[in-house]
């Protein structure tokens, strides 16, 4: 079982950014994934969760802003940032849990290796 994120780089605030989580060895489609970010000097949070029914949950501070959708041809999750702002910048990883949908941490086994995002004019 392995994730892979991709996807991020710099942009300026207002800017648009999507990263895509890449499963191997196990169907995304099953089980929840979620995207997390680690900002310097912070602790991780959990940004949203797609769930294997497609409910899909998001930080407040992100909703409105940010949308998780999944490609189940090519066993990829998407998402998609928009209007980013220089607190969104972090390294951003996708993982994935049994079952239903979580935003701690703590309730994912499986991790992918993150992506940086970085927001600044």
């Known amino acids: 079982v392995q994730l892979q994120a991709s996807g991020g780089g710099s942009v300026q605030p207002g800017g648009s950014l999507r990263l895509s989580c890449t499963g191997s060895?196990?169907?995304?489609?099953?089980?929840?994934i979620g995207w997390f970010r680690r900002a310097p000097g912070k602790e991780r949070e959990g940004v949203s969760c797609?769930?294997?029914?497609?409910?899909?949950y998001y930080l407040e501070s992100v909703e409105g802003r940010f949308t998780m959708f999944r490609d189940s041809t090519k066993n990829m999750i998407h998402l998609q940032m928009n209007s980013l702002k220089p607190e969104d910048t972090a390294v951003y990883y996708c993982?994935?849990?049994?079952?239903?949908?979580?935003?701690?941490?703590?309730?994912?086994?499986?991790w992918g290796q993150g992506t940086q995002v970085t927001v600044s004019s």
């Open positions: 993982a994935r849990k049994q079952f239903i949908c979580s935003l701690y941490f703590n309730d994912y086994s499986y």
């Open positions: 797609l769930s294997g029914d497609g409910r899909a």
């Open positions: 060895g196990f169907s995304l489609d099953e089980g929840a």
